[in-house]
């Protein structure tokens, strides 16, 4: 695969999202399996793992599964929100804290969890409301000086935060949702991110498994720990969810006529929109991280773009909550 820029650094244009075997898709992955993928994904190329404090115990995962391998990869990961709870344990809800204080908290532990003496690619998860921007951005910058981080990053930011966070510090790179299903970055942030040379990190390039082909009517995401539900993400709301699966038929279809399968189609539209992009696809097995960086072989001609371009607008559901959405394109 040829690399792609990353401020200081080149990563393989299609890395590993790493939150899927800790949390929010069902119940982790064995342990052992874990390990034995992640280890596996740097013999087969992979060189840029994406991770976060809020994934659960992901940075411990993966910072015993990569040790020893550290000079061959390179390391994402995020800080700010944090999850509430009631009098019991329980989950209520989350909390963003984008304060210096905060940020200096997360990183020694991430440091820590993940076995490293620095961090390739920091970001700030979610813009703090109460927090300016420049005054987390200025603190992440610090951290650069000192060599814990090698470049700063946002996620799920708007161009006009973005320009106020670059002013103040160098941003390398922008992670958000990005997909044949999730175009709203192109209206919200591109032409800032280019003007400045930084790097779009797509996350949920398969629109969180949609877009595979592997889901069906009677073959849905479900059960404990589960995230793609209704509640959360309404495009697998019920309604929602049979439409949005046949617009995966057109993705079906072109993949079917270049022997491709619709992962990779997904994943090699996201790249066809700029050098300027890296993904970053999520799984939990060996076979469909084989199949996902297939997709960078995989050539679209202007004849499948043009029969993709139209789907976006035709997707139902939001891609979060209320809640969700309101943390996003800030």
Same mark, same amino acid.
Not at 18 to 25: D, K, Q
Not at 39 to 54: I, K, P, Y
Not at 77 to 101: C, H, L, M, W
Not at 280 to 302: E, F, H, Q, W, Y
């Given at each position: 695969m040829n690399k792609r820029k990353i401020g200081p650094f080149e990563v393989n244009p299609i890395g590993l999202g790493c939150m899927g075997l800790s949390a929010f898709y069902g119940p982790p992955t064995d342990h052992a399996d874990a390990v034995r993928l992640l280890r596996q994904a740097v013999d087969m190329g992979v060189d840029h793992f994406d991770t976060a404090e809020l994934y659960g115990r992901n940075e411990e995962l993966l910072g015993e599964a990569l040790e020893g391998l550290r000079d061959r990869i390179r390391i994402a990961t995020k800080f700010g929100p944090k999850f509430t709870f009631d009098e019991n344990g329980k989950r209520v809800g989350q909390t963003i804290d984008g304060s =210096? +204080? %905060?940020?200096?908290? +997360?990183?020694? %532990?991430?440091? #820590? *969890?993940?076995?490293?003496?620095?961090?390739?690619?920091?970001?700030?998860? #979610? @813009?703090? =409301? $109460?927090? /300016?921007v420049e005054e987390t951005v200025g603190a992440m910058g610090e951290l650069v000086k000192e060599g814990k981080v090698l470049a700063i990053g946002l996620s799920e930011v708007n161009g006009d935060t973005f320009a106020r966070a670059n002013a103040t510090h160098p941003v390398a790179a922008v992670q958000s949702e990005y997909s044949i299903f999730t175009r709203d970055v192109e209206?919200? @942030? *591109?032409?800032?991110?280019?003007a400045a040379g930084a790097t779009l990190v797509a996350y949920s390039p398969l629109g969180r498994g949609m877009l595979t082909g592997s889901f069906s009517k009677d073959h849905k /995401?479900?059960?404990? !720990?589960? *995230?793609r539900s209704g509640d959360m993400q309404p495009r697998w709301a019920e309604g929602a969810y049979e439409a949005n699966l046949a617009l995966v038929d057109e993705v079906k279809s072109i993949a079917d006529e270049i022997d491709a399968t619709p992962g990779q189609v997904a994943l090699a539209w996201v790249l066809s929109r700029g050098e300027d992009i890296v993904t970053i696809p999520g799984t939990t097995k060996l076979k469909n991280?084989?199949? $996902?960086? !297939? +997709? +960078?072989n995989v050539s679209l001609s202007d004849t499948h773009l043009k029969r @993709?371009? /139209?789907l976006a607008d035709k997707v139902q559901g939001a891609r979060y %909550?209320?809640?969700g959405m309101a943390a996003v394109n800030r």
């Amino acid at each position: 695969m040829n690399k792609r820029k990353i401020g200081p650094f080149e990563v393989n244009p299609i890395g590993l999202g790493c939150m899927g075997l800790s949390a929010f898709y069902g119940p982790p992955t064995d342990h052992a399996d874990a390990v034995r993928l992640l280890r596996q994904a740097v013999d087969m190329g992979v060189d840029h793992f994406d991770t976060a404090e809020l994934y659960g115990r992901n940075e411990e995962l993966l910072g015993e599964a990569l040790e020893g391998l550290r000079d061959r990869i390179r390391i994402a990961t995020k800080f700010g929100p944090k999850f509430t709870f009631d009098e019991n344990g329980k989950r209520v809800g989350q909390t963003i804290d984008g304060s =210096p +204080a %905060n940020m200096r908290r +997360a990183v020694e %532990n991430s440091l #820590r *969890f993940l076995r490293t003496d620095h961090i390739d690619l920091y970001y700030l998860h #979610r @813009l703090d =409301p $109460n927090t /300016p921007v420049e005054e987390t951005v200025g603190a992440m910058g610090e951290l650069v000086k000192e060599g814990k981080v090698l470049a700063i990053g946002l996620s799920e930011v708007n161009g006009d935060t973005f320009a106020r966070a670059n002013a103040t510090h160098p941003v390398a790179a922008v992670q958000s949702e990005y997909s044949i299903f999730t175009r709203d970055v192109e209206q919200v @942030l *591109f032409d800032q991110l280019r003007a400045a040379g930084a790097t779009l990190v797509a996350y949920s390039p398969l629109g969180r498994g949609m877009l595979t082909g592997s889901f069906s009517k009677d073959h849905k /995401p479900g059960g404990q !720990g589960e *995230f793609r539900s209704g509640d959360m993400q309404p495009r697998w709301a019920e309604g929602a969810y049979e439409a949005n699966l046949a617009l995966v038929d057109e993705v079906k279809s072109i993949a079917d006529e270049i022997d491709a399968t619709p992962g990779q189609v997904a994943l090699a539209w996201v790249l066809s929109r700029g050098e300027d992009i890296v993904t970053i696809p999520g799984t939990t097995k060996l076979k469909n991280l084989d199949s $996902n960086l !297939g +997709a +960078a072989n995989v050539s679209l001609s202007d004849t499948h773009l043009k029969r @993709l371009e /139209p789907l976006a607008d035709k997707v139902q559901g939001a891609r979060y %909550n209320e809640m969700g959405m309101a943390a996003v394109n800030r």
